[in-house]
């Protein structure tokens, strides 16, 4: 199973740079980059900030999708 | 990640500056030996001063650099002085990374120190050739250690760079 999710099309609704939405949710502009990508899968707390932020639910932003999961 | 490669290179530079420190004043201390063995005057004891001036004429400048500026990263002189400047923990992402890099460092250590242990039983053989012989091998763990650290943590940056 793999973590897709839409934060990338928000953030350019709400005309976020990467940096800015890092320093809403307290992270850093790189980390912002690796979700985006799906090269870093967030934690709970701070996928739940990020939904937060853009007033939506989680399903509205993070969903599963089959595939082959990468690990170590 | 330039800032990761310097970091690696200072630290391999002044751990060999510091062996060889170490080895300096294993020498001096060899003759201070041979002094009190037989204190009758006149007695010298002679040192290398090279090593000790590259390693407070190069290393310390920038360590003090460094230790400003994560200083102002860490906001905290504690956590500046006490935690390496190579430990990443800015955010989730860069904790899980630089976990990484401790565990890839603690697996390869747990089969440096027993081969590290085994060397030394030689170290009767050629105490007389390579006295600091024991010096050598305290130096190569360390280097193993944060080679291991830096290699995994610049693996795992590549990975989950975001870049």
């Known amino acids: ?52 932020v853009f007033h939506l639910k989680m399903e509205d932003i993070f969903w599963l999708t089959k595939g082959v999961e990468e690990d170590e | ?65 460094l230790l400003v500026r994560t200083k102002r990263e860490r906001k905290s002189v504690w956590k500046a002085f006490m935690l390496p400047m190579e430990f990443k923990e800015t955010d989730e992402r860069e904790r899980m990374i630089t976990a990484k890099a401790c565990r890839g460092s603690y697996v390869v250590m747990m089969f440096a120190m027993p081969i590290a242990a085994g060397l030394l039983i030689m170290y009767p053989t050629i105490q007389d050739t390579l006295p600091y012989y024991p010096i050598i091998i305290v130096i190569l763990l360390l280097l193993i250690q944060m080679i291991s650290y830096f290699y995994t943590l610049h693996k795992n940056f590549s990975k989950v760079s975001g870049l």
């Open chain 1, 1 to 52: 199973m793999e973590l897709q999710n839409r934060v990338k099309e928000l953030r350019a609704r709400f005309d976020w740079t990467q940096g800015s939405l890092g320093d809403r949710v307290g992270v850093t502009r790189q980390t912002i980059a690796a979700i985006e990508k799906g090269d870093y899968t967030p934690s709970l707390t701070l996928a739940l900030k990020i939904c937060n």
């Open chain 2, 1 to 65: 990640m330039n800032n990761i490669f310097f970091l690696a290179i200072l630290n391999i530079v002044t751990v060999l500056l510091f062996g060889w420190v170490l080895i300096e004043l294993y020498d001096a201390q060899l003759q201070f030996v041979e002094v009190m063995e037989n204190p009758e005057p006149p007695w010298a004891i002679e040192m290398n001063a090279f090593p000790f001036l590259l390693l407070f004429v190069i290393c310390a400048p920038i360590y003090i650099y």
